[in-house]
């Protein structure tokens, strides 16, 4: 069964640093994996993503100050997040995401699983 448990989410000033972790189960080396968040009211947003190539992708609204690392070889993912501001405050989740690639098998299943957040607030 695989469970995605994320941590280091806590209360920052604004231009504060917080570095959050997500500790994975059950996935392997192929999958894909993601930081998502989530604000009062509003819709859940990407903020990065590192593929199984190892290949990093940011939101626009990060503009240089986050860092994605880790991913389903590592069996845990990571994001030093730096300048915070207080429109960052969300909660923050783990994402994982695998397609199936059997060759014989016309539709192969994909997997995507989600951690329960964790919760980010900057404020002075």
């Known amino acids: 069964q695989v469970q995605l448990v994320e941590s280091g989410g806590g209360l920052v000033q604004p231009g504060g640093s917080l570095n959050l972790s997500c500790v994975a189960t059950?996935?392997?080396?192929?999958?894909?994996m993601a930081w998502y968040r989530q604000a009062p009211g509003e819709s859940r947003e990407e903020v990065a993503s590192i593929t199984a190539d190892g290949d990093t992708y940011y939101a626009a609204f990060v503009e240089g100050r986050f860092t994605i690392s880790g991913g389903g070889a590592e069996n845990a993912l990571y994001l030093r997040m730096n300048n915070l501001q207080p429109e960052d405050t969300a909660v923050y989740y783990c994402?994982?995401?695998?397609?199936?690639?059997?060759?014989?098998?016309?539709?192969?299943?994909?997997?995507?699983?989600w951690g329960q957040g964790t919760q980010v607030t900057v404020s002075a």
């Open positions: 059950g996935i392997h080396y192929r999958y894909n």
């Open positions: 994402h994982a995401y695998y397609q199936s690639r059997i060759p014989w098998v016309a539709d192969n299943p994909r997997y995507e699983y």
